[in-house]
């Protein structure tokens, strides 16, 4: 019957060159052995397939397994557990263990979580109170546009045309002083602009930071930067978010793409052996995201929907886990958060890379010609690793070519990304304390009561070891045993040694404020004898502290401010070179900003003071003053837009004033000058007011108005 059955000819089409209209019988042996070619055949483009993805996949998961091993090879993964343990004050599983073998006391004196509170409580005094921590000013030398020098040599033309029609003889001096008073003119013009849109790209930076989380991110960074070896800033990463306007009463959706900065756990972040720079190091960082997520970026640019399909397939049900590293238990228990291993999630472990990879294995990857011309050339990417799958691989445009990673350190370590913490800085110091504060808590409680010592050699039987008042003791002095001369119960006190332990702790706590560079009266506490019994002593002191912090600010400035502004500007210029002039600076003014802020308040209080008088109004006018005052207001916190009028409003005021002048009606004082200063008459002006209307008159020259007069 099998027999039968494979013999039985199948009829198969044969090739089109056959003939048409006709079938070939093939038996059935030969049909299976066709079919297992096909298979073999489509099985092996699987494998070969497969194999070209996993040499990137096989590159990204070589360099994630020399990064762990390199860090905790260095032990700075049980640093970042032992800082961790600190801030929350819990001792480490093997001196838990000696202290409960010891007994009494475990308490844990909290001096470097209260440092680590206060250094961040300064640095966001520095960063985030209301003046933002940089700014954009113009060029010192604007670049005037090519077609002014035209027009003022037009302008001159016709203002020698004008003098010449009257008979007023022109010289060529004169001329030349015209066309150099309407080119310093210009000049001004031209840096007010540049002023007013630097200002005006301030606020545009700053409004990209805002809504891309920036400031919130940054209070997290600073959290961390006192309790770990480092700190980590990332961005601008941009996402793609769903917005919901209204268009004609109806809610429409709109996905939109929007630059993000975050926080990045020291945890999370592992970088290539031997790099002392950003710009040398290769990062992997361990990116936890929801199907969701997964499933929203399909079809976009640098993503494989094929192996998004494949991961998703398999993260079907509990998520997909990778076990990263030996401390991922005891963090998470630090973190209070869930061990993955004990529970099931649906987050989807994805390691992040930022490095270079060869043309080749991209281009076997799937990146077609044009974004890898060269195979031989290393391209600067960002990949997404899931399990074997790379789903994502995106060439970063960056014009510096740098990781979009921002790292500092408390205290750094000159060619080195990671540095000291308050905790590393503190350890002696802490632990010190600590077991002075066990020994004081113990001693106390031993000493807090007599000890008792009782002869159970002359008790009555069934006598208990219980104390309370008027308690009567029944004992039996037996001659053989004891003599009469032996006390049943004796009493006596331990010394109780508080004061000098206290003592120990006070002193070495205090060693501790030299060693953080953060003394007690920095945050608050008054108690300070010496020179700190003074206002002026205790300013002094508190100067001479600030400057270690002067040093981490400047660490800050330069490591992660500075770099982070530059970056989102040019990325700016090449998505949208329109926003800008392109000839901004941006400077960040951390350090100087927090020493300066205060003395920089009180001198403009001075300044409005003595500047209050007729000779400086007469120089300042009312458009300096309020400008003068908007700055004060600023300063202080007050809506300076509402305040003081703009220089439009301060001008429509003097002209309504003058009118009513010539009118003979009484006016009120211009708004922004002194109240109880008027405006001199016309022909009764400083001679500083004059020149500054001479100036206003050859600036308004270049308008075309004419501004030259004959004499020069």
Known sequence: MATLQTSTPQAIPVRPDAGRGMLRVVSSTQLQNQESVEADTLRQQQEEEEAVEDQLASHIRARMVDMRNFRNAEGISERLLNALRTYKGMYDAGKLNEIKQFGGSEVFARVTPTKCRAATALLRDVYLSQERPWDVEPTPVPVTPASIETDIQQLVNVEVNTLMQLGQQVDQQMVADRIAGLRKAAERAAKKVAHDEAEKAGDQLNDILVEGNFYQAFAEFLIDLPIFPFAVMKGPEVRRITQTKWVEKKPTQQSIPKMFWKRVSPFDLYWSPGAATIEQAEFIERIKVTRKELRSVKGLPGYNSEAIDAVLKMAMVDGLHEWWDTIDTARAELEDRERWARTATSLIDTAEYTGWVSGELLSQWGMSDDKVPDKTEEYFVTAWLID????????????????????????????????????????????????????????????????????????????????????????????????????????????????????????????????????????????????????????????????????????????????????????????????????????????????????????????????????????????????????????????????????????LNMQQQAAAQAQGVPTAPVQGGDPSQTPAPEDERAPPEEARREIEADFTGVTGRPGMRAGG
């Open 388 to 651: 074997r799958y790379v789903i994502k691989v995106q060439i970063n445009p960056a014009t510096n070519q740098r990781a979009p990673y921002y790292i500092t350190a408390f205290e750094q370590i000159p060619g080195a990304l990671i540095g000291y913490g308050l905790p590393d800085l503190l350890e002696d110091v802490q632990t010190i304390c600590n077991a002075a504060a066990r020994s004081l808590v113990n001693n106390a409680g031993i000493a807090s009561g007599p000890q008792v010592i009782i002869n159970d050699a002359v008790l009555q039987p069934g006598e208990t070891d219980d104390l309370y008042p008027w308690k009567r003791w029944h004992v039996n002095y037996d001659p053989a045993l004891v003599t009469s001369g032996t006390k049943p119960i004796e009493f006596f006190q331990p010394e109780m040694n508080v004061v000098e332990l206290m003592g120990i702790y006070t002193s070495w706590s205090s060693m501790g404020d030299e060693i953080s560079a953060i003394p007690k009266y920095m945050t608050g506490d008054q108690k300070v004898g010496g020179a700190g019994r003074t206002a002026s002593g205790l300013a002094m002191l508190m100067g001479n502290a600030s400057k270690t912090l002067q040093n981490i600010a400047a660490s800050i400035d330069r490591d992660v401010i500075d770099p982070i502004l530059h970056q989102l500007y040019d990325m700016i210029m090449l998505t949208n070179p329109n926003m800008f002039r392109g000839d901004e600076l941006i400077v960040v003014k951390g350090v100087g900003h927090a020493v300066k802020r205060e003395q920089d308040r009180m001198r403009q209080l001075e300044f409005l003071q003595l500047t209050a008088n007729p000779i400086d109004m007469a120089i300042l006018g009312p458009e300096g003053r309020a400008n003068v005052l908007r700055s004060v207001a600023q300063n202080l916190g007050l809506e300076h837009e509402r305040t003081v009028p703009d220089d439009e409003q301060i001008q």
